[in-house]
């Protein structure tokens, strides 16, 4: 009796050890992990209320932003300009609303931290395209390139 009460245990822990919840990621969430740079900006200047190919401008190549995504949710951001670093931001990021809005949290480990919440226009394994309200319109984006 001892010996079939041992082997149900044995079965249950087998069954439910094989149990755990394996956590997959969105196509979106997966394509943002990596490094990116910043290579241009762009205005709705139809007010279409999309970024169209005729509206982007390139970034000069004497600025440099970089931002890197870590499958963990974490990653950083880093401006250089003229070949000189002025900062580097540690972040942590995540995806809402069916993966249609882009959540940062700079500074997440400090005191000054803050919390932006982008819509996104583009996420592909390539390009990352982002509206950036300011304080004049609402209708600036940036685009960024897979590296």
């Not at 997959?24 to 997966?30: A, D, G, K, P």
């Not at 290579?39 to 000069?60: F, M, R, W």
């Not at 995504?69 to 003229?82: E, Q, R, V």
Request: some cysteine.
């Amino acid at each position: 009796m001892k010996s079939i009460f041992f082997y149900f245990c044995l079965l249950l822990t087998l069954i439910f050890s094989g149990c755990t919840k394996k956590v997959t990621h969105s196509e979106r969430f997966n394509n943002l992990i990596g490094e990116w740079h910043l290579t241009a900006n762009g205005q709705d200047l139809n007010h279409n209320g999309v970024l169209d190919d005729s509206e982007i401008v390139p970034k000069p190549d004497s600025v440099v932003i970089v931002a890197v995504y870590f499958a963990n949710g974490t990653g950083y951001t880093n401006l250089t300009i003229s070949g000189q670093s002025f900062s580097n931001t540690t972040i942590n990021w995540l995806l809402l609303d069916q993966d249609r809005v882009y959540r940062e949290i700079a500074n997440p480990n400090s005191s000054v931290t803050t919390t932006n919440d982008f819509r996104i226009q583009t996420l592909s394994s390539t390009t990352f395209i982002y509206p950036v309200p300011t304080s004049m319109s609402d209708t600036n984006y940036e685009v960024f390139t897979k590296q």
